[in-house]
């Protein structure tokens, strides 16, 4: 009768709703090589290795890394994990050949002296670390192996027979056998009389377990032992995990067991051969299990249904309504639920809505509508997406918005909802808001008000979005409207306050629910997951709640807070907690480093953290845990004292980085914010040789030695021909000075040509003047006359400034127009580009041809001409045009054979000739013939010479 008791009792507890945890499993689906789990452990470092039939598995919240045969592993059936104080990660295996994985190179036999020693060939059972840090290793027909703190490994003793573990007891050893527990230092034996034969040790830090099937023992520190509990009699003990002096958990075929003060409290998992449970640093749960996969449980207090549910409501009589995908819905009042449906001829489809109003509750299906009241129970078939209750009326959302009174929907009237339509939109849903009615439409919000729609989507473009579901806060008067790809929209006054999106770090865009837990805070449901907003003044916060559940890739239909708990709605679970559970959970993720990369080869920073100059391409690759976050982490680095860098990935290049110490440093952020410790590694790259003291200063005295040798060799040759090439440099120089003074010589020659000529026309108009008794005219002329002369016996170099040139021409015009008797009119213009007192030109040069255009040009002319003399520069050239209006050059060919015939021609060629020679610059002279309607209207005469300046 008492053991009855005790099954129903332990039976009862779990007939309720919501009787297993929440968890997360992970199977082959979702990257597991293998749904065959024997055994957990999570390392020094965060990572959670797991022992299975293909192999061990490495899990850093994002990957699953497998080591297997084809890695080294000595056998791929790995039964248990165990670390010892060096962070040797050993594998008991199946075939008995021991290997161990340390930063994630395996050792074994091929390179591992240690394992090399290790004489086994049967089935590794037990591994012992006592408190010397010495390890024992033992197989199943007792070959006992014992590797010390150096690394000596001795072989113990073969006790051949089958072995279930090993401790010790003080200082000697105890192996637990089929005849009790023997001392293979001493030859002793302890028989035990427990009835079945012992089958497994189990080890918690340093205490020692052990079972005969069903029944647990605990071995004290004087190797007493002592049954602690006992299952029922078909659940085998497989393994145990101790997490507190009071609590044991307990891995049978049929499930685990918690067992707290020695009774049993709970049973988990009831049709899963559960292989090992264990609590990782974040405090949540890790279940193996044989061909079921692993199963994270972030807390036993988050229980969960395995039903799909759709929306969520709760009523004034503390009862929670959930309504499902099937035309199913749910009832919960204190610990009863209860499931219903609707008319089971219709077809299955989910439930949109559950309304509550004063006297009526309506369960709103994609293909019916079930009314309940006091009195009755109706089911219509109208497709609705949501209804709202307004005094004797009804407005029923659907591919339009229409309303009928509450009388017509009884008596089925549904002609009347059609023909009583007044928005063509399709709704989805619909909020009553004080005076005004809020439509959620495909294309974005209205609202009804005063019998008249407004469209809000027409002012804010960010609410013509189709809209899910809208939320009021009578508390703030906020509207809260969760769109499908605009975020959430927050309205005060129909005005847009706030718009958050992925930008803002949403989980997305797509927000399928809305619901207040404290004042201006809100969870928000959406296609991933669940957030955190609240509301200060005119900013907000985001926290992402996936951090808590795993909820990276899980779409929210709906949640309700009820009485603090929170229940939480998605495709494939109802999931439901205290709303503090939030508030606990505070662990920061871990980081750590991976491999470092040098052009692209793995470094041992452990061993040398300097660098050769030629390996300055280094990659850091570094992993973030975070297993709620799914390794959902943004990491932030940088490099010696620069700014801070985020990044997603799990990797950082640095490209040519030059000689120098370096400091990278590296933390991560979860979705909640929580910031791991800053890891950092120093490291130096090298000084390339030739940068270093000793060679710089060896390169100097070597550089110091063949500069003297070569200057030794140097002046020698120089001194024997410096004799040699004395008289030619100086026979040189003379020629050239010599050809520099003919040159100079030849310019004046040809300067000295003009002016006797130009001096006897001065004359005889001085002459002429008196002549006719104009004693004025003629003073003037000598005072011109004289002044060009004082210029032209001043200046007696080759080149002058091109404002003297200009003054002389302008005297000489002048003059010339003196003794033509102002036959002619002249100009001159300077281009403003030029700086008439730096830019040089040859004296003289182009008095000539001046000279030319008077004689030839404008004198035989029967009206009265014009001279116009212009200097410009065009590149490195400086243009001389001389125009003239005269009677051309045919015209004036005829008059050569009488008249006066000009030098000025030749002149100027042979001293353009000279200037090529002495500036190596091509020097031109162009004569144009000025035309118009095939008559000749003057002449213009181009010389092109260098450009150059005076100083």
């Not at 205490?207 to 605990?218: D, M």
């Not at 040159?743 to 000295?752: F, G, H, I, P, V």
Request: aromatic content about 12%.
């Amino acid at each position: 009768m008492k053991k009855f008791l005790y099954i129903l009792t332990f039976l009862f507890c779990f007939n309720n709703f919501g009787q297993e945890p929440y968890t997360i499993n992970y199977t082959i689906n979702d990257g597991l090589p293998t749904n065959t789990i024997y055994d957990a452990h999570q390392d020094k470092e965060g990572f959670i290795w797991f022992a299975t039939d293909v192999g061990v598995i490495k899990y850093n919240s994002k990957d699953f890394v497998l080591f297997s045969s084809d890695d080294g592993l000595t056998d791929n059936e790995v039964f248990k994990i165990r670390e010892d104080f060096k962070g040797r990660k050993w594998l008991l295996t199946l075939n008995g050949t021991p290997s161990y994985i340390k930063n994630d190179t395996i050792y074994n036999s091929e390179n591992s002296t240690i394992i090399q020693k290790i004489e086994s060939k049967n089935m590794l059972i037990d591994f012992y670390e006592d408190k010397d840090n010495n390890i024992y290793l033992i197989s199943r027909n007792g070959n006992l192996t014992e590797i010390s703190t150096d690394n000596t490994v001795n072989s113990i003793e073969n006790i051949k027979i089958n072995t279930s573990g090993i401790w010790k007891i003080g200082d000697e050893l105890a192996i637990l056998n089929s005849s009790g527990i023997y001392n293979p230092i001493s030859k002793k034996l302890t028989k035990i009389d427990i009835g079945k034969v012992p089958y497994r040790v189990f080890h918690h830090k340093k205490e020692v377990f052990f079972n005969n099937f069903n029944r647990l023992y605990k071995v004290n520190s004087s190797g007493m032992f002592k049954q602690i509990i006992t299952l029922p009699n078909d659940f085998e003990i497989i393994n145990i995990y101790k997490e507190s002096s009071s609590k044991i958990w307990i891995c049978t075929r049929k499930g685990v067991f918690l067992v707290e003060n020695k009774k049993i409290v709970k049973h988990f998992f009831k049709e899963k051969t559960v292989t090992s449970i264990s609590k990782d640093i974040e405090g949540n749960y890790w279940l193996t299990t044989l061909q079921d996969g692993i199963f994270l449980i972030p807390s036993f207090s988050i229980l969960q249904r395995d039903i799909a549910i759709n929306t969520i409501a709760n009523n004034d009589n503390n009862e929670i309504w959930f309504g499902g995908m099937e035309n199913d819905y749910y009832i919960k009042k204190n610990n009863t639920f209860t499931k219903k449906t609707f008319n089971k001829n219709w077809r299955k489809d989910e439930i949109s809505k559950i309304r509550f109003f004063t006297e009526t509750t309506y369960i709103i299906g994609k293909v019916g509508l079930k009314k309940i009241t006091k009195n009755y129970e109706i089911e219509i078939p109208i497709n609705l997406n949501d209804i709202l209750e307004q005094g004797d009326s009804l407005f029923l959302a659907t591919a339009y918005l229409s309303k009928i009174s509450k009388n017509e929907l009884d008596q089925k009237e549904y002609d009347k909802i059609y023909h009583n339509r007044f928005l063509n939109r399709r709704i989805y849903t619909i909020k009553n808001v004080n005076s005004s009615i809020y439509l959620g439409t495909n294309i974005g919000l209205y609202c009804y008000k005063n019998n008249a729609l407004i469209f809000l989507g027409d002012k804010f473009p960010e609410l013509k979005s189709s809209i899910n579901q809208i939320f009021y806060d009578d508390e703030s008067n906020l509207l809260l409207v969760a769109t499908s790809s605009k975020g959430l929209i927050i309205l005060d006054n129909d005005v847009v306050k706030f718009s958050i999106s992925k930008k803002d770090r949403l989980n997305n865009n797509t927000i399928t629910t809305i619901k207040k837990t404290a004042t201006a805070t809100y969870l928000v449901g959406s296609n991933k997951g669940i957030n955190s907003i609240t509301l200060s003044g005119s900013n907000f916060t985001i926290k992402d709640f996936n951090t808590f559940l795993a909820f990276k890739n899980k779409k929210i239909n709906d949640f309700s807070l009820v009485n603090d708990t929170l229940y939480i709605a998605t495709n494939d679970q109802l999931i439901y907690f205290h709303k503090n559970y939030f508030t606990k959970k505070n662990t920061p993720p871990i980081v750590s480093f991976k491999s470092i990369y040098a052009n692209n080869k793995k470094i041992n920073f452990s061993l040398n953290k300097t660098i050769k100059y030629t390996d300055n391409n280094l990659k850091f690759e570094y992993d973030g845990i975070s297993f709620l976050d799914e390794g959902n982490l943004n990491f932030f680095y940088k490099l010696n004292n620069t700014d801070w860098s985020s990044t997603e990935e799990r990797t950082v290049n640095y490209k040519n980085l030059k000689a120098g110490n370096y400091n990278f440093a590296l933390y991560a952020v979860n979705g909640f914010g929580h910031k791991s410790e800053v890891k950092k590694i120093s490291f130096t790259i090298a000084t390339p040789f030739w940068q270093t003291w000793w060679f710089l200063l060896l390169l100097i005295l070597g550089i110091g030695l063949a500069i003297y040798y070569f200057l030794k060799l140097r002046l020698n040759y120089l001194q024997k021909q410096f004799l040699k090439e004395k008289k030619s440099i100086l026979l040189e120089k003379e020629n050239i000075a010599l050809e520099n003074q003919m040159l100079a010589l030849e310019q004046k020659a040809l300067r000295l040509q003009m002016n006797p000529h130009f001096i006897f026309n001065a004359l005889n108009t001085i002459k002429g003047y008196y002549s006719e008794g104009n004693v004025q005219e003629a003073s003037n002329y000598i005072s011109n006359f004289s002044k060009l002369l004082r210029l032209l016996l001043e200046n007696v170099e080759q080149y002058i400034p091109l404002s003297l040139e200009v003054e002389m021409l302008g005297l000489y015009l002048q003059l010339t127009q003196v003794r033509y008797q102002h036959k002619f009119d002249y100009q001159i213009i300077i281009d403003k580009n030029l700086n008439a007192k730096e830019t040089s030109i040859p004296t003289l040069l182009l008095q000539p041809i001046i000279e030319n255009a008077v004689i030839h040009g404008v004198s035989p002319k029967s009206s009265k001409g014009k001279i116009i003399v212009s200097f410009h520069k065009k590149e490195n050239s400086l243009i001389c045009i001389v125009n003239d209006d005269g009677i051309g050059r045919k015209a004036s060919q005829k008059n050569k054979k009488t008249r006066h015939t000009s030098k000025a021609i030749s002149i100027t060629k042979e001293r353009l000739a000279l200037i090529e020679i002495q500036e190596i610059t091509k020097c031109n002279l162009q004569f144009i013939d000025l035309m118009e309607d095939k008559k000749s209207t003057g002449t213009q005469v181009i010389i092109t010479i260098p450009l150059l300046k005076i100083w």
